[in-house]
C-alpha cells in the first residue's frame, strides 16, 4: 500500500493477511502490517523495511514512490526480521546507498546478513542528526523497546516520529477495529517485560513536539496523540487501566469453571460492572495476559494436577512473571480432591512477583462446588468488591 503520510511523506509499507502466527507464537486474526516509509527531499531516505514474507510487494511499493530516483540512505531502526529482512534487495537495487543506524544493530548485523556494510554505514549517536534538506532527522536511542538495537527518528519539519515497534497494534491497516484492544495485546506480549524502557523513551520524546506518530505495525497516528501517549504511559508504567476484575481459569470436569462463573456472577450481582472470565485452556493465551494486566484486579482458579498446578495455569503464570506482571490484587481458588496443592504453589509465585498483593481469603474445593464453597466464594466477591 501507498499512502501519503505529509506531502513528501510516504508509507510504502504491507498489509500481510495470510500469516498464521506472528513471532511464530501470537495468533492474528485481522493480519499484520510491516511499515516502512520513504521522505522525499534533497536526500531521499528509506525509513525501515518489511518481512520476507512481502519482499517483493514492498519493492514494488518502493520503486513505485521513488520512480527514476535512487534512495540516499535506508535508516534502520529495528534489526528484527519483520522489519530488515530486504537489505540484501535493497543494496542489491541501489547500490550507493548508505545504512544508516547505529553501533548495536551495526554489530548485530552480521548475524543476519553474510556482507560487509562498512564502506556505507553511517553510525549515529544519541541527539545526532542527519539532514536530508528541508527535513532533519533526530535520532534517538531506545535500547529494549524490543531489543537492544533500537532506535527511533524524529523528523523536525513535520513533527513526525518514526516510533519503531512503539506504538505498535496487530491488525492489518485495512482493518476496522479498535485500536486499543490491538494495541494492548500487542503491547503486553511483545514489548511488556520492558516498561522501564519505555518509559525512559516517552521522557525522551515528550521534549519534542510530534504531530505524527509512525509505528512499524499498525496506523498511523496523527489526532489525538496524547489518548495513545497516555495508553502508553500507563501501560508501561504496569498501572492497571480499568478497575475491574479478570478471573482466569483452567478446569478439568468443569468444577473449577463453574466456581469461575459462580464468583462472576456474584460479583456482578455486587455491581461490579467489569469482570471477565477466560477458559486458559481455550482463550488466546496473549488476550489472557493483556487482561490481567489490564484489570487491577485478578482471580486465578486452578485444580491441582499431578500435585502441582494444572500446566495451562503454570504457562499462564509462567507469562505473567516474563511480561513482569505487578501491582495488582490476586485471589485464588484452588481444587483438589485428594491433595490440593494448587493454591500454596501459585500464592509463592505471586508472592515472589513485585508489588502483588494475595487475599487471604483462599477458596479451596474438593472436586465439586457446594453450599459451603458459595459461601466462600461470596465472601471472596465481598472483598474483591
Ligand atoms: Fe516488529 Fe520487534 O519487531
Not at 523528523?155 to 476496522?176: H, N, Q, R, V
Not at 498511523?220 to 496524547?226: A, D, H, K, Y
Request: charged share 25%; net charge negative.
Amino acid at each position: 500500500m501507498i499512502k501519503n503520510v505529509t506531502d513528501n511523506v510516504y508509507y510504502v509499507g504491507v498489509d500481510d493477511k495470510t500469516i498464521d502466527l506472528f513471532e511464530g507464537q501470537y495468533v492474528v486474526p485481522n493480519g499484520v502490517s510491516y511499515n516502512s516509509y520513504v521522505i522525499m527531499d534533497d536526500k531521499i531516505a528509506i525509513i525501515d523495511m518489511v518481512d520476507k514474507r512481502k519482499a517483493s510487494d514492498w519493492m514494488d511499493n518502493l520503486s513505485q514512490v521513488l520512480g527514476e530516483k535512487k534512495p540516499d540512505y535506508l535508516v534502520i531502526s529495528h534489526l528484527e526480521p519483520d522489519h530488515s529482512a530486504n537489505l540484501m534487495d535493497v543494496i542489491a537495487q541501489y547500490p550507493d546507498i548508505q545504512i544508516v543506524s547505529n553501533d548495536k544493530l551495526f554489530g548485530m548485523l552480521p548475524q543476519f546478513f553474510d556482507v560487509d556494510i562498512k564502506d556505507r554505514s553511517v553510525s549515529v549517536k544519541e541527539g545526532d542528526t542527519l539532514e536530508l534538506g528541508e527535513h532533519t532527522l533526530h535520532f534517538l536511542m531506545a535500547p529494549m523497546v524490543h531489543w537492544p538495537e533500537v532506535m527511533v527518528t524524529y523528523e523536525s519539519a513535520e513533527k513526525i516520529l518514526f516510533s519503531a515497534d512503539g506504538f505498535g497494534k496487530f491488525g492489518t491497516l485495512d482493518t476496522d477495529e479498535d485500536w486499543a484492544c490491538e494495541a494492548r495485546r500487542y503491547y503486553f506480549n511483545i514489548v511488556g517485560k520492558y516498561g522501564i524502557p519505555v518509559q525512559t523513551l516517552l521522557k525522551k520524546a515528550a521534549a519534542f513536539d510530534i504531530r505524527i506518530i509512525c509505528p512499524l505495525h499498525g496506523p498511523i497516528l496523527s489526532e489525538n496523540l496524547e489518548y495513545y501517549i497516555g495508553k502508553y504511559q500507563t501501560w508501561s508504567s504496569y498501572e492497571p487501566e480499568d478497575k475491574g476484575v479478570f478471573i482466569a481459569y483452567a478446569s478439568l470436569h468443569g468444577n473449577t469453571a463453574g466456581a469461575a462463573h459462580d464468583l462472576a456472577g456474584m460479583l456482578k450481582a455486587k455491581g461490579m460492572e467489569k469482570v471477565v472470565v477466560s477458559d486458559l485452556a481455550r482463550e488466546d493465551m496473549a488476550e489472557c495476559i493483556e487482561d490481567a494486566f489490564r484489570y487491577d484486579r485478578l482471580v486465578v482458579a486452578c485444580p491441582t494436577y499431578d500435585g502441582g498446578i494444572m500446566p495451562v495455569m503454570e504457562d499462564f503464570m509462567y507469562h505473567l512473571k516474563m511480561k513482569a506482571f505487578q501491582k495488582r490484587t490476586v485471589a485464588i481458588i484452588e481444587n483438589g480432591s485428594w491433595a490440593p496443592m494448587a493454591g500454596k504453589l501459585l500464592k509463592e509465585q505471586f508472592l515472589a512477583m513485585k508489588d502483588i498483593t494475595v487475599l487471604e481469603d483462599m477458596v479451596t474445593i474438593r472436586s465439586t462446588v457446594k453450599e459451603a464453597d458459595r459461601k466462600n466464594l461470596d465472601a471472596l466477591a465481598e472483598k474483591l468488591k
